[in-house]
């Protein structure tokens, strides 16, 4: 075991004593648990590794991996947010197909929805936010494509869908504002005629 140093960024530090199997390197604690890993903190950031070295990768890896996830979802609208978020939820792909151990996907998204919406508590604080913005979505997708008041063809299109097809529609749905029925109707319209017009 090496306690004497770690490399962060390139250059060795070497470790300051600061108690009983706790060293500090910069404003990183490393700590030598009793099952011989090393667990390594700084502020909120927590991970463990084999050695101090492989620990402080660890944490950097993590900070590093928090840094861009903010840095993307600063700069996403909330449509891309919820299909980005349901994608990772229900783990999702783009070669993942409509029914998925004798369960459609579809219905799982729609579902999610409804948790959120009618069952506080159900998900974390952060995650019920981003599902509920799709609540709007789901009561349009519901009355007139789950209803089949619309145009056969377009109905048939988005069942057709790939589930994350699905969630970057319902993204979309979120991002043109869709709170009601009406508004999704306008919103499956303009579908429509982009459709036919390609």
């Known amino acids: 075991m090496n306690t004497e140093t770690v490399a962060i960024n390139g250059a060795t530090t070497p470790l300051a004593p600061a108690g009983h199997m706790t060293w500090t390197v910069e404003d990183i604690t490393l700590r030598l648990r009793p099952n011989l890993t090393w667990r390594a903190t700084r502020g909120e950031t927590v991970a463990i590794g084999d050695t101090a070295q492989a620990a402080t990768d ?35 792909g783009a070669r993942t197909r409509h029914i998925r151990q004798g369960r459609d996907v579809h219905a799982q998204i729609l579902e999610c929805i409804t948790n959120a919406s ?10 019920e936010q981003i599902f509920r913005a799709g609540f709007g979505a789901w009561m349009a997708y519901d009355k007139h494509i789950a209803g089949y008041r619309l145009d056969g063809s377009l109905i048939a299109r988005i ?24 508004e999704g109707e306008l919103f ?10 390609a």
């Open 58 to 92: 660890n944490m950097l890896a993590a900070e590093r991996k928090v840094e861009k996830a903010t840095k993307l979802t600063a700069r996403s609208t909330k449509g891309q947010i919820f299909a980005r978020e349901m994608r990772t939820y229900l783990h999702i």
């Open 118 to 127: 009618w069952n506080a508590g159900y998900y974390s604080a952060d995650r």
């Open 159 to 182: 069942k057709g869908m790939t589930p994350y097809q699905f969630c970057g529609l319902i993204g979309d749905m979120i991002d043109a504002g869709v709170t009601n029925v009406a």
């Open 188 to 197: 499956f319209q303009s579908l429509l005629k982009g459709a036919l017009a």
